[in-house]
Every structure is written in C-alpha cells, then in structure tokens.
C-alpha cells in the first residue's frame, strides 16, 4: 500500500532554510504520471499549497512562496525533498507531503502523510 | 491567481440530515476540482476528485457536483463521523475550508 511520511527539523530559527524530506513507499516516481506534492497548515489554519513535483521532473510551485521554495526528487531512494528558505514565525505549520495520482489535471492528493510540525522561533 | 470561496464557513446540523457545501472560484476551472475532509489531528482524506468522481473508499453518501465556477459537496445523509472541515482544491489553490459541526 502507498505510505508517505515527512521528517526534518521540529525547530528552527528565523531566517534559516528549512529541508523537509518525503520518503515513500508503495509507489515509485520513475511512473508516468506519478506525482508528489508539499502542503502545509498553520495551527488553526487553512491548507495552503506549497510545491508539486512528477515523475519526469516537472515541476510547480504557489506562485506567492516560490521565490523561496525549491523541489527536488531521488527516485532511487524514494524520496522528495522540499527546501524552504528565509523561514519565518509566520511559517510556522504542519507540513504534509502527499501522493498525486495523477488521475486527475486538478492535482488532487490521494494519499497523505501524517505530518510534521515545524515551529520558526528564535 | 484562481480564488477559492467556500461557504458556509460552518454549518450546523444534526446526524440524518442532509449537508450542502458549496465552492466557488473566481474563474472558471472546468471540472478540476477536489473535495477533502479532515478531522481534527489528521491528515486530509480525499473525497472527490474531478468535481463529481468519488475516490477509493469514500461512501456513497458523499456526492460531488458543478462545473466552471460553482461546485457542491452533498452528504445524504449525515453519520456521527461526518463532522469534521471540509476543503475543496483546485491545483495550487485551496478554499479556506468549511466547519461541518453537530447542532
């Protein structure tokens, strides 16, 4: 079955780049289609859409955070990275990286991991 | 950038009751348009993708409709697990969510 799950940094402090790692199973990103994306969550907040990346490279970014965003992917170790600079209190959230099946061109996520939080504080 | 507006903010009703969500975007997405739930402590779940096509696992009660700006999550009939927030998607866009609480 497909599993997902995100690891990195509990804290960090402000203006420090944050790397956050996908490690999946299940699936691999050498096929067709086949994507992963980041979203992140704010406590109490709403989802917000941060970074996409398929199996031939393509990738997506939120048009208001990519100047500070990059994606990268190591199919061979079955992993996704997302790389976050300048970090702020403010981005502070759950951070989710999840399965695009690309069953759909609405890039909608079928699978999720659990999440992790990262705190930005001094 | 494509807007999307969900409303209610929160919606309160009973279990058996039928629910209503609406999404709405500021231009027209034709039918690329997701709907998710999620819980408190959890993940989101994927309930509809493609405005109407129901994902693996998901009941029969939980139904999607729309095209171009306008979008409906319909739940039949309401269960006890069914209040939670739910959140429609549009590629890199997400609505601002919709609070499904017990009257």
């Known amino acids: 079955q497909i599993t997902l799950k995100e690891s990195g940094p509990t804290l960090v402090k402000p203006t420090q780049t944050l790397t956050l790692t996908c490690t999946f199973s299940?699936?691999?990103?050498?096929?067709?289609?086949?994507?992963v994306g980041w979203i992140r969550q704010p406590p109490g907040k709403a989802l917000e859409w941060l970074a996409l990346?398929?199996?031939?490279?393509?990738?997506h970014y939120s048009p208001s955070l990519k100047s500070r965003l990059t994606i990268t992917k190591d199919t061979s170790k079955n992993q996704v990275v997302l790389t976050m600079t300048n970090m702020d209190p403010v981005d502070t959230a759950t951070y989710y990286c999840a399965h695009e099946p690309s069953a759909s061109s609405g890039w909608s996520f079928d699978y999720w991991g659990l999440g992790t939080l990262v705190t930005v504080s001094s | 950038e494509i807007v999307l507006t969900q409303s209610p903010a929160t919606l309160s009703l009973s279990p058996g009751e039928r629910a209503t969500l609406s999404c709405r975007a500021s231009q027209s997405v034709s039918r690329y348009l997701a709907w998710y739930q999620q819980k408190p402590g959890q993940a989101p779940r994927l309930l509809i993708y493609?405005?109407?096509i129901r994902a693996t696992g998901i009941p029969a009660r939980f139904s999607g409709s729309g095209s171009g700006t306008d979008f409906t999550l319909t739940i039949s009939s309401l269960e006890p697990e069914d209040f939670a927030v739910y959140y429609c998607?549009?590629?890199?866009?997400f609505g601002q969510g919709t609070k499904l609480e017990i009257k």
């Open positions: 493609d405005a109407s």
């Open positions: 299940g699936f691999s990103l050498s096929t067709s289609g086949v994507g």
């Open positions: 998607q549009q590629r890199s866009n």
């Open positions: 990346i398929y199996w031939n490279d393509d990738e």
